[in-house]
């Protein structure tokens, strides 16, 4: 029977324990948006760093092939080129460069899930693109960002929608966790309007709070992107297989 868990926060699991399965990331509002939206509009490559100071030094002096993207406390970072709304990375900001990445929660869990065999970026806006590529894996653990340490609504809700396209086809096949479970009844028992909600999530209620409403319904379109970014831990960046 293959097994299929989420965990609602990254320090509910330990790196060891990620090791040998395939980790899809998720971080809705907004670095998993943000990262198949820039792969989409044709960077080469996201690069996540964990700190302000490690991604200015990695971007040394080749500015002309590089973009600086990201945010801390959702706010675009001084002296970077990019926030961390999926909207501004467009073919014109992105298309050929390397982006260089650090956000407070999504890039933290990208590391924290570095011991896994295969790990892939998911999201809403990828859906159908990220279950297709976990068809055959044994093992899957979806890992939620969460906010500032404490679980969010909008990953568990990410994931549910993830755990009922992957069982779909056949449910008995799969052992699921009891957090699998519980964000699986989350996102079958969502609202007509998955927009409201995402604002009344604790990510959402951040961005709105200053004055990033937009992203939002661009993080809740679902199948927008047929993307699937993964992370090559050895070199640190994050492409498409």
């Not at 990953?155 to 549910?160: H, K, T």
């Not at 009891?178 to 009344?200: C, F, I, K, M, P």
């Not at 999530?201 to 709070?209: D, I, K, W, Y």
């Amino acid at each position: 029977m293959r097994e299929l868990r989420v965990h609602n926060l990254p320090t509910l699991v330990t790196e060891a324990d990620l090791a040998g399965s395939v980790v899809v990331v998720v971080d809705l509002l907004r670095a998993s948006t943000t990262i198949c939206q820039a792969l989409a509009s044709g960077a080469t490559e996201v690069v996540p760093f964990l700190t302000v100071e490690e991604t200015l030094a990695a971007a040394g002096t080749d500015r002309a092939n590089v973009v600086l993207g990201g945010e801390r406390g959702g706010r675009p970072i001084d002296g970077f080129d990019l926030g961390n709304s999926p909207a501004e990375y467009t073919p014109a900001a992105v298309a050929g460069r390397r982006v260089l990445l650090t956000t407070t929660n999504g890039t933290r869990a990208l590391h924290h899930a570095r011991r896994a065999d295969r790990i892939v970026v998911g999201s809403l806006v990828n859906l159908t693109a990220v279950v297709a590529s976990l068809r055959d894996a044994p093992r899957v653990d979806i890992l939620c960002a969460g906010t500032d340490g404490v679980e969010s609504r909008e990953d568990i809700l990410a994931s549910g929608a993830i755990v009922e396209q992957l069982i779909a086809p056949d449910r008995t096949a799969w052992q699921l966790s009891a957090a699998a479970d519980a964000a699986l009844a989350a996102w079958q028992s969502r609202g007509n309007d998955l927009v409201e909600e995402l604002r009344q999530s604790p990510g959402g209620r951040n961005l709105v709070a200053i004055g990033l409403n937009a992203d939002l319904a661009d993080c809740a379109c679902i199948d927008a992107l047929a993307v699937v970014p993964e992370l090559d831990v050895s070199k640190n960046r994050i492409t498409l297989p």
